[in-house]
């Protein structure tokens, strides 16, 4: 795959996220997928991801991602998105509150044979708890 076939797959399995289209955006990972995702205490599996996934989706029903870059190199590619959406569902022990919630956010992702190997995800947990309102914004 060259760096573009990178960057579309990696377009196409966050378009599967936005759709909601799961069956999609696991037929994008390998069978052996692992994810680090910030605050996770160590590698989530395949269905480690899809309960992340879950918790997510539950907390956020409307959250969409908007890629604003990414390249590829080898046989990774990486991104800088933003996920918005609407705090409708309990996040972090926080009960639904209806706010509007941004949250800026980089990955890194392994591609073996066209698919989605390994993922790398950093993101601020404590920018959408200020946001929500159950964490008190820096002085």
Request: proline letters at 6%.
């Amino acid at each position: 795959m060259t760096a573009a076939d990178h960057n579309e797959l990696n377009r196409r399995w966050v378009q599967a996220f936005n759709d909601r289209d799961w069956p999609t955006e696991a037929a994008y990972r390998t069978a052996d997928y692992q994810a680090h995702v910030s605050g996770a205490p160590g590698p989530l599996d395949a269905a480690g991801w899809v309960a992340f996934l879950q918790g997510f989706t539950t907390a956020f029903p409307d959250a969409q991602i908007a890629i604003e870059g990414s390249v590829s190199e080898g046989d990774f590619v990486a991104s800088r998105w933003m996920i918005t959406g609407t705090h409708q569902g309990a996040f972090q022990g926080a009960s639904p509150t209806g706010r509007q919630i941004a949250m800026p956010g980089v990955d890194f992702s392994r591609v073996v044979a066209g698919r989605i190997a390994e993922h790398w995800s950093q993101f601020d947990v404590m920018a959408v708890m200020q946001q929500i309102g159950d964490m008190p914004a820096p002085a």
